[in-house]
């Protein structure tokens, strides 16, 4: 009996197979390679929805981080008396930076649960769906960077060699997003828990890191605290962003360059890992 | 005799159950005191087996709830059997809800390409289709439009189309016959039948056992997340009549 249903499966293989640990990486890279279509589907899906039914479209894109960092540069004059010339230059890159974040995280972390009757009616490689959602926001956000061209014309600042470092700032909140959006979306579907605390976590993140402030005006504090600060792994790549756009040397420590190069890194292998081992029994809860 | 496409062994799947809110927590606490807080789980499909040849058409009736679309995404993939195997000799498309991923604000063509693409086709290939997709759905002057402008049953009709434009080898189809009105739907059943024609693997849940009896080759009736019976249309159409006499 067992004979002839081995020689009968030859020709048949398993639908969806279970993979393994070391083979999910790998698998979940070719998926995303496999269906590029699809993402790129997704992601125009997205940000046309974003801008649907509003007379200044795409523009809003460059005018929302604007408008924000008018409100913060405000607040800060108020509270911090006179700022730094380029002051408004730095905000403005530590507003669109951290709403990457900030939304991206949001947005990939809910993608399973957003996204159940798509999952329930038709199996593809589910983890399309967080890696479209952070896409969907980096396009957003190199999009809206336009919008730092007329400061640095203001300020007179000549674009150095330096900005090369915001593609690599740019990666590293993209490598970071994704993995950690990997990682809480399965328990995000048991838990709603997770999306609260996901939501508290980059409301809360955007005080403890360097988006109103910039790491050189918190240098006069206490020199331990800042150590603490470093540990956050969006520090590096906000400063990276300013220093690439006004060409300073970033006051960060090189331990915290490898600290934030290697949690990106490892977010995005352990997430991504995580995810494919779960995804497929987690669809039965959606 | 034929290969078989679709191969099931003694798969069995069941959704755990699960308490929501304090309720979990508590069954967190009851745990740790070693109390047994366990709940049973329900069991969706036992044991089945199955084998599905090339060429053959299936049908699958019974109850709500008896586990009928649950089979049809363990052999899709969207489930995996907790135990058991799926086997398949190639990609299965399931064809359920015909409006999968469909967005009200991009137009008709745009949603043709997201569905094309969510169904694994190429842009290009979705090109070369779009004509005879438009034609067939019969919305040749909306498409240019929003789909929020679509009617129910246009919509229904545009996802059919793109569902069924390419044809499968192995398709599995779940209660999507019965959209549109009565024009669309004889052609939409007729379409069906050219995928059948076309040597592949069909199966179909419904519960229009008229319809059942003239395409299917065997019938397979489902009763609590078991294989009742299995065989001719005839014989499972009664088997299934007395199931719902009790």
Redo the contacts between chains.
Sequence with gaps: MSKV?EA??N??????P?VGTFAALPNGFRNLLK?K??I???V??DI??RY??SIMGYFWTILEPLLLSAVYFFLFTIIAGNPEERYPLWIILGVITWQFFSRGLNDSVNCLVGNK????????PREVFAFSKVISQLVITIASLVVVIPFMIHLGIEPTTQLFLFPVALMLVTLQVLGVGWLLSVPNV??GDIAHLTRFITRAGFFVSPVMWTVSMAKGSREEMLNYLFLNPMVVPLELMRAAFDGTNPPIPDWAIYWSVSFSLLSLVVGLTFFKKTE??V???L | MN???I?L?DVG?S??Q?RVGLG?ILRWIKRFFGIDARIEPFIALKQINLEIKRGEVIGIIGRNGSGKSTLL????????PDNG?????GP?S?L??VR??F?G??SGR?NI??FG????H??QMMDQLMESIIEFAELEDFIDQPLRTYSSGMQARLGLSVASAVKPDILLIDEVLAVGDAGFKERSRNRIKEMVEDASTVVIVSHNLNYLKQICDRIIVMDNATVKFEGSCEDAISVYNDLIKG
């Design positions: 249903t009968g499966n020709a048949l293989s398993v639908v969806n279970v269906n279509g699809l790129r589907n997704l125009s899906r046309s929805q649907r039914n009757n798509m999952i329930k009616q038709i199996y593809f048991h838990h497929s029994k669809v039965k809860r | 290969s078989p496409t191969r062994i799947l959704f755990p699960h979990s995404r363990v052999m899709s993939g969207i489930y995996q195997k799926a086997l398949s000799s299965v399931l359920s809800n999968i991923g967005n604000n991009l745009e390409h997201l693409s969510i169904l694994g190429s842009r």
